[in-house]
């Protein structure tokens, strides 16, 4: 096994990661799955996958000694990928159930889609990722590629070209961004069949 495809799949507690792991591995990961930030040190690519709300996954995060041993492995030059609630957590802030401050990764905040008779909350189901610019996460993907959301909240880069890929659900958000050695996807890539796949496998193939 290549050495660059060793991959750390952190479990804070928050969900599911079985189905997340099988989508790694079938794109050829070697895929460790651990909730020790002693392990932080070891892999050069760090996946960070969460569902539910903000403040229970930074809760989660911090109580376990995460934060700074994931931020140390970020400035040695591992890169991050981080999965719905994971991508979140990359931000500022949250409001969702209250104010939470996040890992201040990327500038910028969370908020919730907006009340409306015509807009469904949680955003559920397939919705297309709209390209803004290249990236090699996106790399291979078809024209109008496709991927599957589940989130009723969603992130406001500060900085527009860290949005890699847009969606629209009667607001315009952010569902891919990216910087330097940290990018995060809003919808769910294990869910996303051929375009979920050749993400993740971009992500393990990636040479930063």
């Not at 000694?65 to 931000?91: S, T, Y």
């Not at 910028?108 to 469904?120: H, M, T």
């Not at 891919?176 to 996807?185: I, R, S």
């Amino acid at each position: 096994m290549n050495a660059f495809r060793r991959l750390l799949l952190l479990d804070v507690g928050t969900g599911n990661l079985r189905s997340v792991q099988k989508a790694l591995e079938a794109v050829g990961a070697e895929v460790w799955r651990s909730n020790s930030w002693r392990d932080l040190s070891e892999y050069p690519k760090i996946v960070l996958p969460g569902v539910g709300a903000f403040g229970d996954f930074m809760h989660r995060l911090r109580s376990l000694g995460l934060e700074q041993p994931l931020r140390q492995a970020l400035e040695r030059g591992a890169a991050l990928l981080g999965i719905c609630v994971g991508m979140q957590a990359l931000f500022e802030s949250s409001e969702e159930m209250g104010f939470h401050i996040g890992l201040g990764l990327l500038k910028g905040k969370v908020v919730r889609f907006p009340q409306s008779p015509w807009l469904k909350v949680p955003h559920t189901g397939w919705n297309e990722l709209i390209v803004r610019r290249e990236h090699f996460l996106l790399a291979g993907l078809p024209e109008q590629p496709f991927a599957y959301f589940n989130h009723s909240y969603y992130c406001i880069p500060e900085e527009e070209r860290k949005c890699v890929a847009a969606t629209d659900h009667e607001v315009t958000f952010a569902s891919v961004v990216a910087q330097g050695n940290l990018c995060g996807v809003q919808f769910h890539p294990e869910k996303s069949q051929k375009v979920g796949l050749k993400i993740l496998q971009n992500f393990v193939e990636c040479r930063l």
